[in-house]
């Protein structure tokens, strides 16, 4: 399939697609049970405007780590057949340290990255994980994570660049595997349950008494979870989270592509 033939996907379009999926998320999270927080840039859209910033084109949730591996082991044996779970437990290409959420009825190439078989538009799914308490070990756990996270990051993007051929594809597959596994080890050293501060990302602490409640907040017509302390989890996040972004800051973080499929059995197509 070349190129022009694609149907690449505006903005909107890949919007109302993540907004599918986090419904699916929600339906399979209120079976198991399970509890699920707006995250990031997704719970400060709908804090600050009910819903999608003009330029976001991601969603994001966190789940606590004592309910997340549930999650990971029994969503794609509940989700419908447009949805499908990728984690790097179900994908041996797989180099993140969370899950994704795709729509299968479309195919995503993130630019200057390693293709993933079966990558398409998505919502991001992170565990809720403990700290240490002492300030040091905290900075320590932070820089560390960081280093890991950056090391995998710039390992993709330097395999894309300067090795692209499939004689790499077995060090390649066994070298991220090995640091996103050790990312988990590191991150679940410390329980989410019994932890004073938690982490719903790598480089942020969060205190406990953010997350011990639910409020609802509107994202796009409809409500989701938030934590209750939202406020001060913003405010640890991005400062002034209320004050308006500049033009010049209005863009996404990502770089991709996205495009629809016509049939779930099609095979990969040409990178756009």
């Not at 293709?115 to 756990?141: C, Q, R, S, T």
Request: aromatic share 14%; glycine share 6%; charged share 30%.
């Amino acid at each position: 399939m070349v190129e022009q033939e694609k149907k690449i996907l505006s903005l909107k379009e890949i919007q109302i697609l993540e907004l599918e999926i986090l419904r699916e998320i929600v339906r399979v999270c209120k079976i198991l049970n399970i509890t699920y927080y707006l995250t990031h840039g997704t719970l400060k859209g709908a804090v600050t405007c009910k819903g999608f910033r003009p330029w976001d084109d991601d969603i994001d949730i966190i789940i606590p780590r004592s309910q997340y591996q549930i999650f990971l082991d029994n969503f794609n044996t509940l989700c419908k057949s447009d949805y499908q779970l990728l984690s790097y437990e179900t994908r041996r290409d797989y180099y993140y340290s969370f899950a994704k959420v795709v729509h299968r009825r479309t195919k995503l190439r993130e630019h200057n990255l390693l293709a993933i078989e079966g990558l398409g538009v998505y919502v991001d799914v992170f565990p809720l994980d403990g700290m240490p308490d002492n300030p040091i070990k905290i900075w320590w756990h932070i820089s560390w994570l960081l280093f890991l996270v950056n090391l995998r990051y710039y390992s993709v993007r330097l395999y894309k660049k300067k090795y692209p051929g499939k004689f790499s594809i077995r060090i390649r597959t066994r070298l991220f595997r090995f640091l996103v596994e050790y990312i988990e080890k590191q991150r679940i050293r410390y329980n989410e349950k019994n932890s004073r501060y938690l982490a719903s990302g790598i480089n942020r602490k969060i205190g406990r008494e953010v997350f011990t409640g639910i409020v609802k907040v509107t994202f796009e017509g409809a409500e989701y979870n938030a934590p209750a302390g939202y406020h001060e989890y913003l405010k640890s996040l991005y400062g002034d989270y209320e004050k308006p972004v500049p033009p010049d800051k209005q863009r996404s973080n990502h770089n991709f592509t996205a495009w629809r499929i016509g049939d779930l059995n099609e095979q990969e197509g040409e990178n756009p």
